[in-house]
Nanobody, 117 residues
């Protein structure tokens, strides 16, 4: 079992920045592949950024160069630094976890990010 608690969402003007945090508990954090997804109204949930246990990252094309995923294994936390935000980044952002070698998905409760133009 993995429990995820997100924080850091809010309202920001276009061009601004936000940092999302996701605290994980219930399993050895260093063996968990972490990712951030988002879902805008009327759209499917999409992967935004992902970091595996070795630190390898990949990003959606729409956020490359603007968003950065990082993790602190000592704090059992993954972060998403979002810079140069655009109105199209408005969505509910979800933290996602999967224990290495297993197939079960874990999701956080979601945090709203709203970017005003």
């Amino acid at each position: 079992q993995v429990q995820l608690v997100e924080s850091g969402g809010g309202v920001v003007q276009a061009g601004g920045s936000l940092r999302l945090s996701c605290a994980a508990s219930g399993n050895t954090f260093s063996s968990i592949v972490m990712a951030w997804y988002r879902q805008a109204p009327g759209k499917q949930r999409e992967m935004v950024a992902r970091m595996d246990v070795s630190g390898y990252t990949n990003y959606a094309d729409s956020v490359k160069g603007r968003f950065t995923i990082s993790r602190d294994n000592a704090e059992n936390t993954v972060y998403l630094q979002m810079n140069s935000l655009k109105p199209e980044d408005t969505a509910v952002y979800y933290c996602h976890a999967r224990v290495l070698g297993l197939t079960r998905d874990y999701w956080g409760q979601g945090t709203q990010v709203t970017v005003s133009s």
